[in-house]
């Protein structure tokens, strides 16, 4: 069987942040004790990625790394229409990605004890961010 939900996850602001309990809440309606779940992260200015769930310096640590690697202000970027973090929020989207695939046991995310799922916000403004969930059981 196939279910697919979209959720339209809160405003974040500029950061990584755990969205786990997002994503386990809105698949619990599924009912399903295994299959595959893929996440579907329907914006380019953003990301999505699995990473520790437990100490959040190193969410701390993710957003110092590629601030530094993707720098804004730059003068070789040509679009900058929306601002000084519009390429390089394409740029770390376009790096990290938008999309994860999951299983699922016991109508829940089967993660490693120290994983969770992040959304890497790369705007300085916070946006409402849409996730399409798609389970294969």
């Known amino acids: 069987m196939i279910f697919q939900k979209e959720i339209i ?10 969205i ?6 809105a698949i619990s309606s599924f009912n399903t004790n295994e299959g595959i779940l893929n996440i ?9 990625l699995i990473n520790e769930n ?8 993710m ?25 390089p929020a394409h740029i770390k989207s376009s790096i990290l990605g938008t999309n994860l ?8 995310l ?3 004890t120290w994983q969770g799922v992040y959304l890497c916000e790369h705007r300085n403004k916070p946006n409402n961010r849409k996730l399409v969930l798609t389970l294969i059981s």
């Open 9 to 18: 996850l809160p405003k974040f602001n500029r950061g990584f942040h755990i």
């Open 54 to 61: 437990t100490d959040y310096t190193v969410r701390n640590d």
């Open 63 to 87: 957003e110092f790394f590629f601030n530094k690697i993707v720098p804004e202000n730059q003068p070789y970027y040509t679009h900058t229409f929306e601002g000084p973090d519009d390429m």
């Open 101 to 108: 695939s999951i299983p699922i046991s016991k109508n829940k």
């Open 40 to 48: 579907f992260l329907k914006h380019t200015s953003a990301s999505i």
């Open 110 to 112: 089967n993660l490693g």
């Open 20 to 25: 786990t309990d997002y994503i386990n809440d």
